[in-house]
């Protein structure tokens, strides 16, 4: 079993940029593919990004592409969702979901990661 924490969230003007953190406890983090989710007020959490086990491929929800980045250091046990040229519309609840997985897997529905962090707050103001 593996926990996660999320941190890195805050408060940031329309263009800003934030990095939050995923950081793992409890196993080998590098065992894991790693997604990021959020949850916009009024509508259902959805995928963001995710990373394989060993950070060679990622994949982008199409309205963070060229924005956002996701990258790891499994010898720190964290993941990392740079988020750049920021938008209102970016504003919610992040989180960051893992499982086990082979070195090619990765995943966009909630359904297929196992364990979940406790969210960290993202607001972009206009």
């Known amino acids: 079993q593996v926990q996660l924490v999320e941190s890195g969230g805050g408060v940031v003007q329309a263009g800003g940029s934030l990095r939050l953190s995923c950081t793992a406890s409890g196993q080998t983090f590098g065992d894991y593919a790693v997604g990021w989710f959020r949850q916009i007020p009024g509508k259902v959490r959805g995928f963001v990004a995710t990373?394989?086990?060993?950070?060679?491929?990622?994949l982008y929800e199409n309205s963070v592409k060229g924005r956002f980045t996701v990258s790891r250091d499994n010898n720190k046990n964290t993941v990392w969702l740079q988020m750049d040229s920021l938008k209102p519309e970016d504003t919610g609840a992040y989180y960051c979901a893992a499982r086990t997985a082979t070195a090619q897997d990765v995943g966009v529905l909630e359904t297929w990661y196992r364990y979940w962090g406790q969210g960290t707050q993202v607001t972009v103001s206009s």
């Open positions: 990373i394989t086990r060993g950070g060679g491929s990622t």
